[in-house]
């Protein structure tokens, strides 16, 4: 059985990371920090965004800012042919 997400960096995705600042509902004048951490595709994003989508209509917290990080884990740099044999003893 193949790892989901070996899969998906196979496709292109990278592993996206969102700082997501919002105001609490109770506290309206206090921010809130929650973190949130997909695979997803840059620079279009769509997992990301089909989320805060999901929070603008289920989470009556309000944004205040997102900060997006992203990474590709596999790519041209780490694949490489090894041209021999090393013994082990």
């Given at each position: 059985m193949t790892d989901r997400a070996f899969v998906a960096q196979?496709?292109?995705?990278?592993?996206?990371?969102a700082e997501i600042h919002y105001y609490r509902p109770d506290a309206p004048?206090?921010?809130?920090l929650f973190v949130w951490q997909e695979y997803?595709?840059?620079?279009?994003?769509?997992?990301l965004f089909d989320f805060l989508d999901h929070w603008q209509r289920e989470i009556k917290a309000a944004l205040h800012s997102v900060r997006i990080a992203h990474?590709?884990?596999?790519?041209?740099?780490?694949?490489?042919?090894?041209?021999?044999?090393?013994?082990?003893?």
């Open positions: 196979l496709e292109g995705y990278g592993v996206t990371t004048s206090l921010l809130q997803d595709l840059a620079p279009d994003f769509p997992v990474d590709k884990l596999i790519g041209p740099r780490e694949w490489r042919a090894v041209d021999g044999i090393i013994p082990l003893q």
